[in-house]
């Protein structure tokens, strides 16, 4: 009873009023808040998107095209390829926080532009710079497939790509995003016996055992592998494959991660004497590995421009990590060359 304390009774029970407002507008907001995606296949300019894909959204200006059934090499869906978003500025994508894999996908399908140089125009997601890009360059010619792929970290709830035109319009065909994949190990050691002699020549029957150990490969998706973007981005940058399709050969962006991992448990026991003999020795395997490729075709002992015919194949040479071939640093090697 609360007659003695008539205030403090109806201030309790305001109180408990408050506290049922809050929960309620809690609840309510709860079940009103927008679920934000994880990820996205854009067929852009696309308004009946290719099969597994959907269709065009979050672009900032720029027009489309339709090439109709064009036949498009390098890639098992060449569909998405047909249609293209360009004179664009922008996409900007809700997307949940946390680290993704952004695929970029284009392919030169335009009647006036064939030949290098011809369509060149700079990309940044999350302000990644994936640099200069010239499909013509990047493949060897039209119909195409060219893909580039950079991990970023997302922390605003929102996924940012800038296009910014050096010669011509940018375009876009496509744009995949998923969860990054972060690999982790786990190590499994197996010892394989052997015997060791003893100083009055005995085969002891005390085993040492040399252990092996096998990695296995889990992946978690959307695990953050670091604190914020611009850690992100020092850790993860330059995640960006120079060239995924090339000659028309199909290619696909593949990351992969080993562990590798040593022990040398000691297995003892008891030792019981045996006969005398020698021990007979284990031949270890050797591994033949395989010799990089050599570029320095007239054999004067340096990778220059004058070790190749044409730009296709300084191309695979700076690939191999010849950046003195790319002397302005836009991706297309010995420019004085012939494609």
Do not use: K
């Amino acid at each position: 009873m609360c007659r003695p304390q008539v205030t403090w009774c109806a201030m309790r029970g305001l109180l408990l009023v408050i506290a049922m407002l809050v929960l309620a507008s809690g609840a309510a907001w709860a079940q009103n808040s927008p679920v934000l995606p994880t990820g996205y296949r854009i067929d852009c300019a696309a308004t009946t998107p290719a099969p597994g894909w959907q269709a065009d959204t979050g672009f900032v200006g720029g027009n489309t095209v339709n090439r109709g059934p064009v036949v498009i090499t390098g890639t098992d869906e060449p569909a998405i390829y047909r249609t293209e978003r360009w004179g664009l500025t922008a996409y900007q994508l809700p997307l949940a926080n946390g680290a993704y894999t952004v695929r970029l996908h284009w392919a030169e399908t335009s009647p006036t532009i064939d030949r290098v140089g011809e369509r060149r125009f700079r990309v940044a997601v999350e302000g990644a710079d994936l640099g200069p890009i010239d499909v013509i360059a990047a493949t060897g010619g039209q119909y195409r497939a060219l893909v580039r792929s950079v991990t970023i970290e997302v922390v605003d709830q929102q996924l940012d790509i800038t296009f910014t035109p050096l010669v011509e319009n940018p375009m876009i065909n496509a744009i995949e995003v998923v969860p990054f994949e972060s690999p982790t190990s786990t190590a499994t050691p197996s010892g394989t016996p052997s015997p060791t002699a003893t100083a009055s020549g005995e085969s002891s029957a005390t085993p040492t055992a040399t252990a092996t150990t096998t990695a296995s490969t889990t992946a978690t998706a959307g695990a953050s592998p670091c604190s914020d973007a611009a850690a992100c981005r020092q850790a993860y940058m330059p995640v960006v494959l120079r060239d995924e399709s090339v000659q028309g050969l199909s290619a696909t962006a593949t990351a992969s991660a080993t562990a590798t991992a040593s022990a040398s448990p000691t297995i003892v026991e008891t030792p019981t004497p045996t006969r005398t003999s020698a021990p007979t020795p284990t031949a270890t395997p050797t591994r033949t590995q395989q010799a990089p490729p050599n570029f320095d075709n007239n054999g004067d002992g340096r990778v220059t421009c004058a070790d190749f015919d044409n730009r296709r194949e300084a191309l695979e040479a700076l690939n191999a990590g010849y950046d003195n071939l790319d002397g302005d640093g836009d991706g297309i090697p010995c420019e004085s060359l012939p494609p």
